[in-house]
C-alpha cells in the first residue's frame, strides 16, 4: 500500500470531491454561506446535517463563527441533564459518576484562547467554561503509578489521552459552555474535552469517560498518525503561533 497522509482530522480527499458529496448532500456550500439564516437556526441545521453526514464532509462546512464541525461517528445521540453522564474510573482510590448538574455545581473556570485545528482553520478568542480536569481526578484520588488519561466519548467512536501531567494543568478542561453559551450538540456538548494549548483534536467532544491508566493510549487520530502530544506549533510538523 501506497502511504499517503493520514487522514486528516477534518477529512480528506481532493476539493472537486467535497464539492461534489456536498451537492449530492445538498448543501451547496455557498448557498449556505449566504442563506439569511439566524446564527442559531444555522448551527442547528449544521448540526442536524453532521448527524446523518457519515462521511463527515458537513465538517467542511464554515459556520458564522469560523468552525467546523467535525464527528468521526455517523450520528450522535442527544444527552441532556436526565441521561449525560461522565465517569472517572482507572487507577483512582474514588471512581464516581457525575450527571451534569453535579458538574455545573463545581468550580466553574473560563479560559479565552484561540481555537486551532490542526488542518490550519483557526478561531481567534474563544470562550471555554467549565469544571477543570485536574479537580475530576483530585476528587478521584489518582493512584500512585498512574501515568496517563484516557477519554472515552458517546458518540461510540472516538477517544483521546493526555500525559498525567497535561492532564493535571490549569488550562485543561471538561467544558460545559462554549462562547458563553451552553455547549450545544454540534460542539460536542453538553460537555466535552478542552486542551486549550494543543490541537483541537485532543478536545475530545461528547465526552462520557475520563479513565486514569499506567500508560498513554494513543487515541483516534493518533493511531493514524497524528502527534499524541498535540501542542499547537510544536506538533505535527506545523509552526503555528501559540494559541495563547
Ligand atoms: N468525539 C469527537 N470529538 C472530536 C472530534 C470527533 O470527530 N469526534 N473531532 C476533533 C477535531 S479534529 C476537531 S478540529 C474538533 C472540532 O470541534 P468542533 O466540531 O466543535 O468545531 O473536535 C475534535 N473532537
Ligand atoms: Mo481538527
Known amino acids: 500500500m501506497t502511504p499517503g497522509p493520514p487522514p486528516g482530522p477534518d477529512g480528506g480527499g481532493a476539493p472537486v470531491g ?3 458529496v456536498l451537492g449530492m448532500l445538498g448543501l451547496g456550500a455557498v448557498g449556505l454561506a449566504t ?9 442547528s441545521f449544521l448540526g442536524a446535517a453532521a448527524d446523518k453526514d457519515p462521511t463527515g464532509l458537513t465538517g467542511l462546512l464554515p459556520n458564522g463563527g469560523g468552525f467546523r464541525y467535525y464527528s468521526v461517528a455517523s450520528s450522535v445521540p ?5 441521561t449525560y453522564r461522565l465517569t472517572v474510573d482507572g487507577l483512582v482510590d474514588r471512581p464516581a459518576t457525575y450527571a451534569l448538574d453535579d458538574l455545573r455545581a463545581m468550580k466553574q473556570t473560563r479560559l479565552v ?15 471555554f467554561e467549565g469544571v477543570r480536569l485536574s479537580a475530576l481526578l483530585a476528587a478521584a484520588g489518582v493512584r500512585p ?19 498525567l501531567q497535561q492532564a493535571d494543568r490549569r488550562d ?29 483534536y485532543k478536545s475530545a467532544k461528547w465526552l462520557s469517560g475520563i479513565t486514569v491508566t499506567s500508560e498513554v493510549r494513543p487515541g483516534y487520530w493518533e493511531k493514524r498518525g497524528y502527534d ?14 501559540p494559541t495563547v
Open 228 to 241: 499524541v502530544d498535540a501542542w499547537v506549533g510544536r506538533s505535527n510538523g506545523r509552526d503555528d503561533a
Open 18 to 20: 467535497r464539492r461534489l
Open 113 to 127: 484562547r484561540d481555537v486551532q485545528c490542526v488542518t490550519g482553520w483557526r478561531v481567534p478568542r474563544t470562550p
Open 78 to 82: 442527544r444527552k441532556g441533564p436526565d
Open 145 to 163: 503509578g498512574a501515568k496517563a488519561v484516557r477519554f472515552t466519548c458517546f458518540d461510540g467512536t472516538y477517544s483521546e489521552s493526555l500525559t
Open 172 to 200: 485543561v478542561l471538561v467544558a460545559l459552555r462554549m462562547r458563553d453559551e451552553p455547549l450545544g450538540h454540534a460542539h460536542g456538548g453538553p460537555a466535552r474535552l478542552y486542551v486549550a494549548p494543543m490541537y483541537f
Open 35 to 43: 442563506a439569511p439564516y439566524l446564527q442559531k437556526g444555522l448551527e
